[in-house]
């Protein structure tokens, strides 16, 4: 038996924010250094371009962005393997199969893009593609029999519909050829589910809400000390409140072992009264930057050979394509359309 199969990725709609990283992509690094595992990730540009098809420039730009992102953080192209989905033709021959086992219905019912599509503001202009995109996640995650899908909370309808196609392909098909998937996802909640710096649920670029990988210290610090806290905290003495806290929730996600004491002795202070905004947030600060900042570093060396980059992830893609292309194979053989193989 070989190792498990790990396939995870992102859309590369621009650079990568904490939420990404505290949610799903830091917890990749963790895995890739196990050596446990065979890893496939990839920047869904296709599913991106689901409702961005009229400014792919977006698209193409954050290609580099994210890939820069990904090296940062430590993805290593040496124990993992890093490709673009469109370079992959076998993820959207695979799609048009499954779509025939999913009804309109069940897409419409699927949490996630139920929420996604109230977010974007379709109404009744919604994408066919960006309809039926859990699909092609389905195929990105079978065409590589990944047993494993490292994401975040939010991405749990979409892989349990993944497994509902599993099943229904190989029953259909009285096959086993598709890997049933699970999810694997943050054991940190807070992380899971990491909020705006205006308290929104959502962090985008859109909202202006959020902190990139990429933000240099100044930035840093300029949304830091915007975040939003208490409104009704407004004197230093006044009692405070840390639900819903901005302030206090990235310290539950950021702070180590080594910070828990003081935080927790902080969100004392602040509930009886005593404790600023602006000391809560430098403290918070200092936590970010000693996590960002080697990060930033990195970043800012890779991108001097940006030739290199692409070379990692057309490297990665070809590859990528040889396994989806034995899956594919797999499947045309179960379904029986796999006609000049019988000669």
């Known amino acids: 038996m070989g190792k498990p199969i790990i396939l995870t990725g992102d859309r590369p709609t621009g650079k990568l924010h904490v939420g990404h990283y505290v949610g799903s992509v830091k917890n990749r690094v963790l895995l890739q250094n196990e050596n446990k595992y065979d890893m496939f990730i990839f920047l869904a540009d296709q599913q991106a371009l689901t409702d961005n098809a009229k400014n792919p420039e977006k698209i193409i730009e954050s290609v580099g962005e994210v890939a820069l992102d990904y090296l940062a953080v430590g993805l ?122 205006d308290g929104n649920a959502k962090m985008s670029k859109s909202l202006n809400n959020g902190i990139y990988l990429a933000d240099d210290p100044d930035t840093l610090k300029k949304k830091i000390m915007s975040m939003y806290t208490d409104p009704n905290h407004i004197r230093v003495e006044d009692p405070g409140q840390i639900e819903g806290n901005m302030v206090f929730h990235y310290l539950d996600v950021f702070g180590k072992k080594e910070d828990k004491a003081e935080i927790e002795r902080m969100k004392e202070q602040y509930q009886k009264g005593g404790l ?53 194979s797999e499947v045309k053989s179960a379904m029986g359309i796999n006609y000049f193989n019988k000669l």
């Open 76 to 197: 290593d192209p040496k124990k993992a393997t890093i490709f673009l989905q469109s370079q992959i033709p076998e993820l959207a021959e695979l799609t048009v199969y499954y779509m025939n086992l999913v009804s309109v219905a069940r897409l419409q019912r699927n949490p996630t893009v139920k929420t996604e599509i109230a977010q974007k503001g379709f109404g009744e202009s919604i994408p066919t593609g960006f309809l039926v995109y859990p699909i092609s996640q389905a195929a990105d995650i079978t065409a590589f029999k990944a047993n494993l899908v490292p994401a975040g909370s939010d991405q749990k309808p979409m892989i349990e519909q993944t497994r509902e196609i599993v099943r229904s392909f190989n029953h259909t098909y009285k096959t086993d050829v598709l890997v049933e998937p699970e999810g694997l996802f943050p054991e940190n909640e807070a992380a899971g589910r990491l909020p705006g710096l």
């Open 276 to 328: 600023g905004d602006v000391k809560t947030k430098r403290f918070l600060l200092d936590i970010m930057e000693r996590e960002l900042a080697p990060i930033r570093n990195r970043r800012l060396e890779f991108a001097k050979d940006m030739g290199e980059v692409y070379r990692m992830l057309e490297k990665g893609s070809e590859k990528a394509r040889e396994k989806a292309a034995q899956t594919l």
